[in-house]
């Protein structure tokens, strides 16, 4: 296992708050160190950079690469491509323009280099989606993608259809007003109760707090991305209207028994990149549902 460091940064300013990443270095690097951005799951409204898969990280590690675990704003007080999209889309920007280097060697180790020409993202669930979105839309792409069960195709039918298996998990004393209670948090969120992945808290949500309750009613309601992109200008923010022969190398992986993000979407993903001629390969997993990844421990 190798040694590691880590410690938080600030890579975004926006109305007097600071968006953190936590950046993680591997220390027994004897060279320049690809960058891999690891974007945590939550359905665009939960989550936050404490709570990936530890045990990915540090295969990452083992391998010489610097990571960075980046917050984002979260919806629905904020929309999907003002909020999530554009925090990591200037995280990105920020590395590209040398300051994830700079703020390594300010944090005690000079001897560190970011090889900027392999700068690659990783997500899971909404994450997935995040790391797609830095694949079009920016003036330089990262290197290359893995997407683990990203959504997408948001015209879809499935996106305004409610899941009886989430509805039957709300308590029946839910009101409209206590999970609107989520509307009065400011500044707007960088961190939200569970992820739906990882490793951190208790499991399962806990519905006394109004941003886990208000998250679990849109998605048991079909109300996802009504609710985080209520413009439904969906070519701004769907990878699968944003494909072209530019796109960055993907590799896509899903579990063939997800009820959350169903199969078909990635798999028309997959069609879609293989008709513009993107490399792109794609890992149905058999009888995994969503978030299987946070099982998943280093070889």
Partial sequence: MTAQDKFKIIYKTIQGSGIDATVFIPLNSKSSCPVIINIHGGAFMLGASEMVNQDQIQDCLDRGWIVVVPNHRLCPQVDLFNGPMQDCRDLLAWIYNGELERSIH??????????????????????????????????????????????????????????????????????????????AETPVPIRGGVSLEGQAGPAGPNFKDPRQAFAFTQIANGRVMDTCFPSRDWKMVDPILNISPQFPPTFIVHGLADTMVPISLSRALRKEMDKHGVQCQMVEIPDEEHTFAAKMKAA
């Fill in 106 to 183: 300010q944090n005690s180790h000079p001897h560190i280099i970011c090889d900027l020409e392999h700068v690659f993202a990783f997500g899971t669930s909404s994450g997935g989606h995040l790391s797609l979105c830095l694949g079009f839309g920016v003036s330089r792409p990262v290197a290359g993608i893995l997407d683990f069960y990203g959504p997408c195709r948001f015209d879809d039918p499935f996106w305004t259809t409610g899941l009886p298996h989430i509805a039957a998990k709300l308590p029946a004393n839910l009101s409209q007003e206590f999970i609107n209670h989520v509307f």
